[in-house]
Structure formats: C-alpha cells, structure tokens
C-alpha cells in the first residue's frame, strides 16, 4: 500500500509526533511518498527509510497512491485538495495544530489511524466542492474549493455592492465588505466566522453569508447547490478580491463571476468512531456547562 505525504513544514514541537506517524507506517507496511519540500525538511531530523520516494505536483501521484495523508491542520489539509483534483485517492487529515475540523484526527490517535488505513476499518465521507466561473482567467487549472468562494474589497476601499443572482434571477444586492458563498464543509470555516449557520456536510446545500453589511436585515441565506449563483460587482475601486479557500487573485470590478457545484467530490477518511456531531461538540464546546 502506498500513501502520499503532504505537509507544508515541521515545527520542532512536532519532530516526536512526526517520527512516530513515520515509524508507525512502516510497522503496518505502508510506503510513504512524501512532499518534495516537506521532505526536504525531514530528513536532517526525521529517521526515514532510505528509499523514500517524493512527489512535487499533482501529476505525480499516481494511481497506485491510494491516500494523502495531510499533516497539521486545516489549512494544509486544504492545500491537498488542489493536489488530488478528481484522483480517486481519499484525504486523511491528522491535526497536529489547534482547532481543525477537516483534520479531526488529534497527534494521539496516530497509530489508531494509521492502523485504521492498513486494515481498511475506516469511514469515507463524501465531500461536495464549489466551482467558479469567471470571465478572466482565474485560479489556473483549480477553479474550485472545498470551503468557501469569496469576493472582498480591496485593501482600505469603501464597502462595495455585490448584486446577487440564482440561475438568473435577481436575490439581493448585498452593500457590505464582501460576500461568502461556503460548502457545507465550509460553513464552519469563515462564514461561520461571520455568523453564518453550520450545515451538515449531506445537506446539499450553499450558505451565502455576507461579510459585515450595511443592511443590518440582511443575514445568511441557504440555498440548495443545483443553482447557479452569479454576482455583478460596484466598487469605486477598480480592483476586487476573489478567493477560493486560502488562494486569492485580485482582478477586475468589471470581472463576471459565478459559482456552482464541482462535478466531482473528494473523499475524506475519518475514524469510525468520529463523525460531523461529535466534531462540532468537541470544537465548539457544545454541551459542557460550568455549572455541571
């Protein structure tokens, strides 16, 4: 069995965790293919076999990979969607960081974990993605994410007016400094932030969140993920940002944007015993009260 590795760097705190995942690997006889550039890291400090073999884009990995593991924490489990694409290669993510929802196997559940891929007793959860559609090149050949697409002001610029369309027809004009349109795996990212609801991951659903209206009567909206969300912009700046998950691009105002579902999903592994309700109450702190 092999198993791509992907990190994007090793924090000295995190040296022992890191060998024992690498040592608990060979012990199930899994083959690591390891990031070129957290490789590059690794071997000065992290006892590797001698063989190991690395990877640098997408391309590489093959399909004999049938997992990427993501070291870390969200953000970095993040980046491997962009690395897997429509592969079918199922994401892990182990969360070595602070909150992580995506990577919700702690550094004490890494040789669970591990043991879990080896003997196949895990869960696969799907995972639907958002695509965009724009006018100008954007995003090169990964237009789409896991979490959110979101459009911004630029820099110190005044509020912009974002005019909002489902499958054509007219939603709103959202006055605010910026505009969310999340996954349900991104709702409870950076539109939860901005007080959007948390939707569970089979909903079927976008959650649109404005970024701090003008309008105090204007809040999130759900809508079902068959439509089609497309946005004209007003800024009195010439320029706009337009991210999907961590990656931004500043274009045009005058850019034509619209977002819909990706045509395919990606698959993350979790453990058995963890699923979506479990996370939220052990992130969150749902149901724990001083006074009990």
């Known amino acids: 069995m092999k198993a791509a590795i992907y990190s994007r760097i090793l924090e000295s705190e995190q040296q022992k965790d890191v060998q024992l995942f690498f040592d ?22 992290i006892h590797l076999p001698a063989d190991t073999k690395t990877f640098s884009i997408s391309e590489d990995l093959t399909d004999e990979i049938e997992f990427i593991i993501s070291l ?7 980046d491997t969607v962009t690395l897997v694409r429509n ?22 559940e890494v040789k669970i974990a591990v043991k879990s891929i080896a003997k196949r007793t895990y869960v696969t959860d799907k995972r639907t993605m958002i695509h965009l559609d724009a006018s100008l090149p954007m995003f090169g ?13 630029r820099d110190v610029a005044s509020m912009i007016k974002i005019h909002t369309y489902l499958n054509g027809e007219f939603l709103n004009t959202y006055w605010a400094d910026g505009l969310i349109v999340a996954t349900p795996t991104g709702s409870t990212g950076y539109s939860l932030s901005c007080n959007g ?34 946005f004209e912009i007003e800024s009195r700046s010439e320029q706009i940002i337009c ?13 034509q944007l619209a977002v819909k579902k990706e045509s395919f999903d990606i698959h993350l592994v979790r453990l058995s015993e963890n699923n979506f309700l479990q996370t939220l109450r052990n992130k969150l702190t749902w149901g724990l009260d001083k006074r009990n």
């Open 141 to 153: 050949n990964v237009p789409y994410a896991l979490n959110d697409f979101s459009i911004h002001k």
């Open 243 to 255: 991210a999907l998950d961590s990656r931004r691009e500043i274009v045009s105002k005058d850019v």
């Open 87 to 108: 592969k079918q290669i199922s994401i892990m993510g182990i969360n070595f960081g602070r909150l992580g929802f995506l990577a919700s196997i702690g550094r004490e």
């Open 24 to 45: 608990e690997l060979a012990i199930q006889k899994i083959e690591p293919i390891i990031f070129k550039d957290y490789f590059d890291q690794l071997k000065e400090t």
């Open 72 to 78: 870390v924490g969200d953000g970095t489990l993040l």
């Open 197 to 230: 609801p948390v939707v569970f991951p089979d909903s079927g659903s976008f959650v649109i969140t404005p970024v701090a209206p003008h309008n105090l009567n204007v809040r999130p909206i759900i809508v079902p993920d068959d439509n089609i969300i497309s």
